[in-house]
């Protein structure tokens, strides 16, 4: 049995870099920022990759600082370097889910022609803390 599942809380280090397809699927890419339990010690970064309708809510509502939870999976990005044409690599989260964790405040989106916030679906609001950046 092989089990490929990770799970992570902390606060995106960016807004998301959004690419679009010609086959019209979409992705998003940004940082994470995952606390230790130490407020002493460095935070861990981590590569996130979501795609399709989940990368979309991505682009809509998450900027840097917002609070997320995400559950994905790792993948292992590989390159050949454009300058010195050594092999390079470097580790990805492939975002399965992605859950929305700040308070509205902190996840605004531009409001809509209706006055109105745009409400995320399944989306969940905890208070949030400091961010590590």
């Known amino acids: 049995m092989s089990v490929n599942s990770i799970t992570l809380v902390g606060r ?3 807004d998301p870099e959004v690419r679009y397809f010609e086959s019209g699927t979409m992705v998003a890419n940004l940082t994470l920022a995952v606390n230790r339990r130490s407020r002493d010690e460095e ?6 990759e979501i795609w399709g309708r989940t990368a ?3 682009a809509d509502y998450v900027k840097k600082g917002s609070l997320l939870g ?3 999976s790792l993948k292992m990005d590989h390159w050949k370097d454009r300058n010195s ?3 390079r690599s470097k ?3 492939r975002v399965d889910q992605l859950e929305l964790l700040g308070s509205r405040r902190d996840n605004a989106a531009p409001m809509d ?3 109105s ?3 995320p679906g399944g989306t969940g609001s905890t208070g949030g803390e400091e961010a590590p950046f």
């Open 85 to 87: 044409g050594e092999e």
């Open 91 to 93: 580790p990805v989260i």
């Open 70 to 72: 995400i559950v994905g």
């Open 113 to 115: 022609a209706g006055g």
């Open 117 to 119: 916030e745009p409400e």
């Open 43 to 48: 935070p861990d970064w981590f590569n996130l």
């Open 56 to 58: 979309q809510i991505a």
């Open 12 to 14: 995106a280090g960016r």
